[in-house]
């Protein structure tokens, strides 16, 4: 079983900027679309970005433009860097394959203040 792990969140001040980790026990980045998803209190699940295989990018309309998600196929690593962060990006943030998602990880708390 594929075990992810999310790191790099924190307390940050609006306008200000964190690059979260996404590492992947198995090489999973190069055959699937992959996706970070974000949670905050008392609101379901919501898909934030998302990468296929061969690189391209979506992105949800709140952050586009701030947002960039990447990967490192042979780091079975993805990021997701977050600019001009708002208070409403508050969330803890995880990811996971776009398609037939896996086992959820813990996530990571990205708190932003006003």
């Known amino acids: 079983q594929v075990q992810l792990v999310e790191s790099g969140g924190g307390l940050v001040q609006a306008g200000g900027s964190l690059r979260l980790s996404c590492a992947a026990s198995?090489?999973?980045?190069?055959?699937?679309?992959m996706a970070w998803y974000r949670q905050a209190p008392g609101k379901q699940r919501e898909l934030v970005a998302r990468i296929s295989p061969g690189g391209s990018t979506n992105y949800a309309d709140s952050v586009k433009g701030r947002f960039t998600v990447s990967r490192e196929i042979g780091e079975n690593t993805m990021y997701l860097q977050m600019n001009s962060l708002k208070p409403e990006d508050t969330a803890v943030y995880y990811c996971?394959?776009?398609?037939?998602?896996?086992?959820w990880g813990k996530g990571t708390q990205v708190t932003v203040s006003s």
């Open positions: 198995e090489s999973i980045f190069s055959r699937n679309m």
């Open positions: 996971n394959k776009f398609y037939n998602v896996i086992a």
